[in-house]
Structures are given as C-alpha cells and as structure tokens.
C-alpha cells in the first residue's frame, strides 16, 4: 500500500536511518485535520509498522504556527449521526493510537481539539515554548471525539480536564508541562533538534524492547494493576535469552556499551 500522494498532505522524511519524520501540511488552515490528510496519515503509520528500518517517528506540523489548530470544522459542520455508523469518521485515528513503534509529537504552536487529541495519542510530546493546547469542541455544539474526554483525563486529571473542555481553557506550554500534559518545553528553534536527539536515543535500543514497554505501558492505563502487574512480569520473563537482553548485560558487565 503507499499513501496518496496526488494531494501530499503529510510530508516524510528521514532525521538519521532509524528516524522518520511525519510533518502535517496544510499550513494554510493551521494544519487543520481533515479526513484525507489522516487517511495519508494513515496509510503511512501502516507502511512505518513493516518497515524494519524505522525504529521511531517524529511528528509535528507545518510552519511555526500550529501543530494542528483542530479538526476541520468546514467538512465537520454537514455531518449527521450517520456517520458514526459503517463509515466512522474517526474510525482512521485508530491507526495512530495502535502505531506500534514509538512515536514522539514536537508541538509547534496549537494544538487544539483534533491536534491536542492527535498530541495525546502519541507517546511522548515535547513543545515549543509559544505551544498552546487545549480541547474546545463544547464550545462549537459538540465534545471531543477521538479520545479528547478519554486520554485528557488520564494525562491531567479531571478537575484540569473538565476546566479544558467545559470552558475552553487553553494550557501555555509550561502549564502543558506542570499538569503532565508533555514532557519537555524547548525554545521554537531548538524544537526539531531535541525531538530527534530523543528519538535517536530511543532508537539505539532493541526494537523489540521498546515496543514491548510501550506496549506495557499503554496496558497500564487501560487494566487494573493487578492484571497489569501480571502481564508486566509476563514481558519481562520473555527477554530472557534474546540476543538484545544478552549483549546488553554482557555489555553492562564489561563496562562497555
């Protein structure tokens, strides 16, 4: 399968051999998240996913403005109930929160309904300092709908979640951080640079190691601890005797990397 490319609305390109960055094109509506530009989103996670060479993702927007100022209310306003049927609208978004390989948002400018919602489902987000995030969709007829209700409250809990979305409250990046919302704030010009040199950390690890904890960890915010615990202690056990697990404690032992 390869993205349709006849209108690019998603930009890839190489950081280092093991780092593919993903850059939302749409500068001219703020990046604005239409349903084609996350169908090429899409379809190129799903090509990512087989490709042995691509260990993590970087994804950010187009210009200095927005990671992605929302969904694109134009094409939303004529939908009725029906869509939510055989032909979910959002049903592609799932292809982004089951990427199996990390994924890391460097947030440049808003990211606002649909774009804080695309933010949330990546695994770690770091931000400029003039990034704005917030999940304002009560205040246009409607609620969040790809996971703003679902993931916010896990990330800053609920009383922060019901300020962001019954009022429209936005968070400055440094309140993005203090609430748990993101990982690091990092000044614009420095943004892509420090969201590379994460990911080619990440990336020096076993591919199977990473997107184990990953995995565990998504597990986490959606089992008990009990279970949770069980399966943790399940992953761990089969690392042992892989090749990674024995060259990185021989390594570990010898003093070496």
């Known amino acids: 399968m390869t993205p349709d490319m006849a209108a690019p609305l998603v930009l890839t390109s190489h ?16 990046n604005a998240l239409n349903l084609a530009l996350m169908r090429q989103l899409a379809d190129h996670l799903r090509i990512l996913a087989q490709d ?16 992605a100022a929302g969904a694109d209310i134009s094409e939303m306003h004529q939908l009725r109930p029906e869509v939510g049927g055989k032909d979910d609208f959002l049903a592609v978004w799932d292809v982004v929160a089951n990427f199996p390989k990390p994924i ?8 606002l309904g649909g774009g804080c919602e695309l933010a949330m489902m990546a695994d770690m987000t770091i931000a400029c300092e003039n990034a704005v995030f917030g999940q304002p969709e009560c205040l246009i007829g409607v609620i969040p709908g790809a996971g703003g209700t679902q993931r916010l409250l896990k990330c800053v809990g609920k009383s922060l979640a019901m300020d962001m979305i019954l009022t429209g409250r936005r968070l400055s990046a ?21 969201a590379r040199n994460m990911a080619e950390s990440i990336a020096k690890l ?3 190691v990473a997107q184990l904890a990953k995995q565990m960890l998504n597990m ?25 697990q024995q060259e990185g404690m021989a390594a570990f032992l010898n003093r070496k990397k």
């Open 174 to 194: 440094a309140d993005a951080l203090q609430a748990g919302l993101i990982s690091r704030v990092v000044p614009q010009e420095q943004l892509l640079e420090q």
């Open 206 to 208: 076993s591919p199977r």
């Open 220 to 244: 986490a915010l959606e089992t008990p601890l009990s279970e949770g615990l069980k399966q943790e202690r399940q992953a761990f056990y089969r690392l042992f005797g892989t090749p990674e």
């Open 104 to 111: 890391i948002a460097a947030v440049n400018g808003y990211a």
């Open 15 to 30: 950081m280092q051999p093991h780092v593919t960055l993903l850059t939302l094109h749409r500068p001219e509506v703020l």
């Open 52 to 67: 042995e060479t691509c260990r993590v993702v970087i994804l950010t927007g187009s210009g200095e403005k927005a990671f």
